[in-house]
């Protein structure tokens, strides 16, 4: 699977909107853009996924650029419990497993 | 529906033995998946076993070893523990499609956290 590259860290306020941003230059035709976060003393859990057309769920937001290099996930109303650390992930036929970057610590300040 | 389940939680072993994890999935999740996360590498994918059979494998000696049973519940096992096997070992279930693109949302359990001393 193709490599991302996020930022270490954000910071954000409560209640405001937070844009994690995922570039990912060496991305196929076919690979998936999936988010998944961690949240501490927890496992990894999902959030969105999308090809080429922005997405929306309950969670988040996925915004894709047109040329498919970069993402970025979309929280609209960070909380407090939204703190974690956010993991951006190519997937294509590599298998159904995941590869796992350094991902984005979010800290949420109240 | 339960999540995924993962016995022990937590585990304290010393250099030289071995250990078992243990990970029931999700109900109807035929596709059980390992992880290591430790501080210095992150998460690692380890293996995954699918329908009994080992599937993929990640990069990580012969020690580390897996099984899966007929009810897709699946062990892991670490023979001749290292210090360097401390680690959070992470277990996820998805159901993936038989044919096509693998891309099956993977659901994680809580984990073992295992310490060699």
């Known amino acids: 699977d193709a490599k991302t590259t996020q930022p270490n860290s954000m910071e954000s306020n409560e209640e405001e909107p937070v844009h994690l941003p995922c570039n990912h230059s060496t991305i196929s035709g076919t690979d998936y853009i999936h988010w998944y976060r961690q949240l501490p003393s927890q496992g990894p859990e999902y959030v969105i996924h999308g090809l080429t057309s922005n997405v929306n769920n309950r969670m988040a937001s996925l915004a894709i650029a047109e040329d498919r290099k970069s993402s970025t996930l979309i929280l609209h109303r960070a909380t407090l419990r939204d703190a974690a650390v956010y993991y951006c992930?190519?997937?294509?036929?590599?298998?159904?497993?995941?590869?796992f970057g350094g991902g984005t610590r979010l800290m949420v300040k109240p | 529906k339960a999540g995924v389940t993962q016995t022990p939680r937590y585990l304290i072993k010393t250099r030289g033995q071995q250990v078992t994890l243990s990970c029931s999935p999700i109900s109807g999740h035929r596709s059980v998946s390992w992880y290591q996360q430790t501080p210095g590498q992150g998460l690692q994918f380890l293996f995954e076993?699918?329908?009994?059979?080992?599937?993929n494998k990640g990069n990580f000696p012969g020690r580390f070893s897996g099984r899966q049973f007929s009810n897709s519940r699946s062990e892991m096992n670490v023979s001749t523990l290292e210090l360097g096997d401390s680690a959070l070992y992470l277990c996820?279930?998805?159901?993936?499609?038989?044919?096509?693109?693998?891309?099956?949302?993977?659901?994680f359990g809580p984990g073992t956290r295992l310490t060699v001393l």
């Open positions: 992930i190519l997937r294509g036929n590599a298998g159904n497993m995941l590869t």
């Open positions: 076993y699918f329908s009994e059979t080992q599937r």
């Open positions: 996820a279930s998805s159901r993936p499609q038989t044919s096509g693109i693998l891309i099956d949302t993977q659901y």
